[in-house]
């Protein structure tokens, strides 16, 4: 899988699973709606009081995993960032292209959009009896 098709693969799956690093350093995850930018950037919107927008305040690093039900998966890491100007027009653009029915949210300030620009992603597939991880490449 090369970046663009985890693009695709990401757009297809639409959703995953967000781990950030709660106040005493244990793991919080949520499963939630997920696009992505043509840049390859993760966007996800979430409630301002949220836990996951309080430790992404406090520490930026986030793993997301994305897929399973279909035997292939997607784990990136990466750093997450509340984006503001051209960079939040990008975001709320692929964002509500993939979910237009979040518009009125989005628009109406009810939620944050946070932005993730991932260092490190692996696909792994294992529909066949020899399981195949691939190391993706990342711009």
């Not at 399973?68 to 984006?83: I, K, N, R, S, V």
Request: glycine share 14%; hydrophobic share 40%; charged share 25%.
């Amino acid at each position: 899988m090369d970046h663009s098709e985890m693009i695709e693969y990401v757009r297809g799956q639409r959703a995953g699973t967000v781990s950030t690093i709660g106040p005493g350093g244990a793991p919080q995850a949520a499963y939630l709606t997920l696009a992505i930018t043509g840049r390859g950037e993760f966007v996800f919107d979430a409630k301002p009081d949220s836990r996951k927008v309080a430790n992404l305040r406090r520490d930026g690093r986030i793993a997301i995993v994305v897929g399973g039900a279909d035997g292939t998966t997607l784990q990136c890491e990466g750093a997450t960032d509340f984006p503001a100007g051209t960079g939040l027009d990008r975001c709320k653009a692929a964002y509500l292209a993939a979910f237009p029915e979040f518009t009125e949210s989005i628009d109406g300030g009810g939620v944050v959009v946070l932005r993730v620009v991932p260092t490190w992603a692996r696909f792994g597939d294992f529909r066949s009896g020899t399981p195949e991880l691939r190391e993706i490449r990342l711009p």
